[in-house]
């Protein structure tokens, strides 16, 4: 059915498409997708410095304020921050641990804040997702309150702490009609340019003009990725600071530098006093540790984290590559891309030919009156053996350029993640293409950078997250040769 509809697709395109009209869609196309990209650079959350000197606590709460130093996102520590405020001002009771084995806290709704205290709209629907889940005297424990930061509940959550950011004027919408009409405009043109481009010569079989028809089809493949994204920006939510915000982002990271000085990070939530409001606010800039531990309550951020690591603590952005090949060892990605290539090299001479009917004559023979769907079918199996062959080449090439090359990091594991919680596909797809096969996205920050681009380990250098290691990988693969924690001594075999 596949080699069919290829088929079919193919004769879509009856004429060989003008050359001219390819190069000039083509030509727009890229010039809209670097308009893009310079425009997403230009939107993104800016990370500004500390002040100089802490004030008073501002009146922001505390999930305002893990949005504020997240790059306006709101994380799991908003959530735990906004818990651990509630307490503070005497809704709730945080108790410690049952038992010794456990290290997840307790939680139970109390009578004594204080007079006048009136509760935002998303501090009333946490204390109300306490309140659901008490239905006996004894405290909950923090596993009945954990949520998916993918459901709807924490949509609800983060939909109204956005609308208290807004209407206090900290943060807006990131993108605007203006910044995607240049954009939006060229995809269109380029778009039109290329789809007129398909009434070209008449005479080329189709066969021989494969190639083209290839740059054709991939063109308005790029057209539809492009118009996507810029559609999915132009509805998508995601904000970025106001001037008001940045100014109040600034005043808050000279807060968190008091509070690390103040020891807030180990603190355990259960130990706070009702009054204090300032472990809270360390929870919401993602410095107190201890509460991370006794309150786990939603999964942290895969994308973002704050480090230690350097002359100040920063927010560090974390990628997982999922190009072809990443993880792979250089040596078995250079050999299964040349043999790949080698294969879809020979099968595509092998299958032109039989479109030509230039093979095959005993199947054209014994079908005359189908041998126009024999050579369709040859025609879509030709097609469809570009993919292994771009593929090869690609895997190869990148296999090639890491056989001698490594590169060493000497840092904290920010993050450790497996490549089904962070591959942009669905779940289900994920945990089939991985199987039983553990693989580990390790995040390394040396301090260098603010962006850290995961390698990929097996399970033979895993690493845990928030250790210290010195990792070496391959440049381009991202393949892990060796990680080991710091202080012991790197072995070569």
Known sequence: ??????????????????????????????????????AERHVAPTRPQPADHPGELR??????????????????????????DLAARGWLRLLPPADDDDDLGRVRPAATAYEGDALLPHERLVLQHVMARFTTDRAIPVRF????????????????????????????????AQLLAAPAVLVVLAGLIIWAARDGDVDVAVVD???????????????AALGYRIVRHAIDHSLTHTEAGLAATREWLAVRQQLVEADYGPMAPSAIEVGDRSLGYASAMCLAEGAAVELPLAREDHHRAWSNVGQHARLVRVKYPTRLGYGLHPVVAMVAGLVAA?????????????????????LYERFPEQDWLIADVATGLTVLTFVPILAGVFVAIAGAADVFSTVERTGVVLRARQPAEVAPLPRSIRRLIERDRYTL??????????????????ERNAIPQGANATVRASPVLGYVRRAVPVGHILVDD
């Open 1 to 38: 059915m596949l080699i069919g509809m290829v088929a079919l697709g193919w004769d879509v395109v009856s004429a060989t498409p003008s050359g001219r009209g390819l190069v000039i869609g083509i030509l727009l196309l890229a010039i809209a997708a670097i308009g893009l990209w310079f």
């Open 59 to 84: 009146r922001e709460s505390p999930a305002v304020v893990n949005m504020l130093t997240n790059d306006a996102t709101l994380t799991a520590s908003g959530f735990r921050a906004t818990l651990i």
């Open 145 to 176: 309150l954990a949520v998916d930061v993918k459901g709807a509940w924490w949509r609800r959550f983060r939909s109204l702490v956005v609308d208290d950011a807004q209407q206090a004027g900290l943060l807006r919408r990131r993108w605007t």
């Open 209 to 223: 003009s494969i190639e083209r028809r290839a740059w054709f089809f991939a063109a308005l493949l790029g057209v």
């Open 342 to 362: 080698f294969v879809g090299l020979r099968l595509r001479r092998f299958f032109s030919d039989a479109a030509r009917g230039d093979t095959l004559d005993s």
């Open 441 to 458: 996205f390790v995040a390394i920050d040396d301090g260098t950078s603010d962006t850290v681009v995961a390698w990929r380990a097996g």
